[in-house]
């Protein structure tokens, strides 16, 4: 087998083992993702396309190449077949010929096989993994906002609690303030009352003693207007 033929037929091995490493179920779209981004696949996978054309180019060539060779083979093992001088080792030859085109022709032809199927794999794989990454991202967003929402709520809530509290404090506060003015009219006419009342116990008081005032010039009247009879007495 000659180089370029073992350099494909290892290319078809990598590609079997990198087919079934795809198709582990515990090797999540996440990690190849993770994989993928490494910074050696990431230098790597700059050149992805380039390199996927350059492969794909090289496999057509040799496959067209198998081809050919099938077909030549092919049409020289029926050549000897019809023609009466063909010896045995010549037909052997031919036959070993047209074997190494079609085992060619069939690794060439899984090759390309595989580089698609492998290439839309890893694509796929590569948007599953960017779909679950915003996935988590939008649900991880969700219950930030979820919990804000929550948070917000309950300040609204407390707000209204303080607000109501508020309003009963003032209105507590117009009630004390009611009463005070009650109080202070109250004190005012207490004091009023107070003040009359002295005022009344003053006249009464002056009343007194004008009665008793009156009532020893009374006295003294009756003395000077009556004093023969105290004395006949």
Not at 21 to 45: D, E, G, Q, V, Y
Not at 57 to 75: K, P
């Amino acid at each position: 087998m000659s180089i370029q033929w073992v350099l494909v037929s290892g290319f078809l091995y990598s590609e079997i083992i990198l087919g079934l490493l795809l198709c582990i179920p515990w090797i999540s779209c996440k990690r190849w993702h993770r994989i993928f981004n490494s910074s050696f696949i990431a230098l790597i996978t700059q050149f992805t396309n380039w390199i996927f054309w350059c492969f794909l180019f090289a496999l057509v060539v040799l496959f067209a190449d198998a081809l050919r060779e099938m077909s030549v083979y092919g049409t020289a093992d029926k050549k000897t077949d019809l023609s009466s001088q063909s010896t045995p080792a010549a037909h052997e030859h031919i036959m070993m010929k047209l074997f190494r085109a079609q085992r060619n022709f069939y690794i060439t032809g899984f090759s390309l096989f595989l580089l698609v199927i492998l290439r839309t794999m890893l694509t796929r794989v590569s948007k599953v993994a960017r779909l679950e990454a915003n996935h988590e991202a939008a649900l991880k967003q969700a219950t930030s906002a979820g919990a804000m929402n929550k948070t917000l709520l309950d300040e609204n809530s407390a707000l209204k609690k303080l607000s109501a509290s508020k309003e009963d404090l003032l209105e507590d506060i117009k009630r004390m303030e009611e009463l005070e003015d009650k109080l202070k009219a109250a004190e005012k006419k207490a004091a009023a009352s107070k003040a009359d009342a002295e005022a009344m116990k003053k006249q009464s008081e002056n009343l007194t003693q004008e009665y008793d005032r009156l009532l020893e010039e009374h006295q003294k009247l009756q003395d000077a207007v009556c004093p023969s009879d105290k004395k006949a007495d």
